[in-house]
């Protein structure tokens, strides 16, 4: 059967892993290996903070509010709203570092000069949603995420304590 051709934004540059890891700083010099860091080590520490941060927050207001009770329920629906947060902050720099690491060079200028300039240019030419582009589908890959992880977090915390006050006191 005759292979569809694909445009060329959509063909793959390298047969394999191992083939660009080789390729790139051949053809594009060391430093390529590195295009797309900078968003890439922000979008990790924002969406970390966001997510701790708002997983204690819906906690603590479904608790305050009485609206659960301190348990497995809780601590699932604190992990799903953390999730939509950290989802709807790290979307638009999951857009960045995306286009940010595929961008084309132009008459040897890269296309974006920074994450500001990604987002600027994005808006101004597919509107201010597009910033969210994939939020639907990258929501419903993080949510389980932050689930398990913040349960399975939560229930190593438990044994762990269980585990030290069995111990006894250490010292004495």
Not at 85 to 114: C, H, W
Not at 147 to 159: A, G, Q
């Amino acid at each position: 059967l005759p292979q569809p051709i694909l445009p060329d934004n959509e063909q793959r540059k390298y047969k394999h892993v191992i083939d660009a890891l080789i390729r790139i700083p051949k053809e594009e010099g060391i430093a390529a290996l590195w295009t797309g860091v900078t968003p890439t080590v922000l979008r990790a520490m924002i969406g970390t903070a966001s997510q701790l941060v708002s997983y204690v927050q819906a906690k603590h207001y479904l608790l305050d509010k009485g609206y659960m009770k301190d348990g497995l329920g809780c601590h699932f629906a604190s992990s799903l709203i953390s999730g939509f947060v950290y989802a709807f902050i790290t979307t638009p720099l999951d857009v960045a570092k995306t286009r940010v690491q595929t961008m084309k060079t132009i008459n040897g200028v890269p296309e974006y000069s920074s994450m500001f300039d990604v987002w600027v240019k994005t808006v101004k030419k597919e509107g201010i949603t597009a910033l969210w582009k994939g939020f639907g589908p990258y929501y419903f890959r993080i949510a389980p995420n932050t689930v398990l992880l913040i349960c399975i977090c939560r229930t190593t915390d438990h044994i762990c304590i269980k585990g030290l006050m069995y111990l006894g006191d250490p010292i004495g």
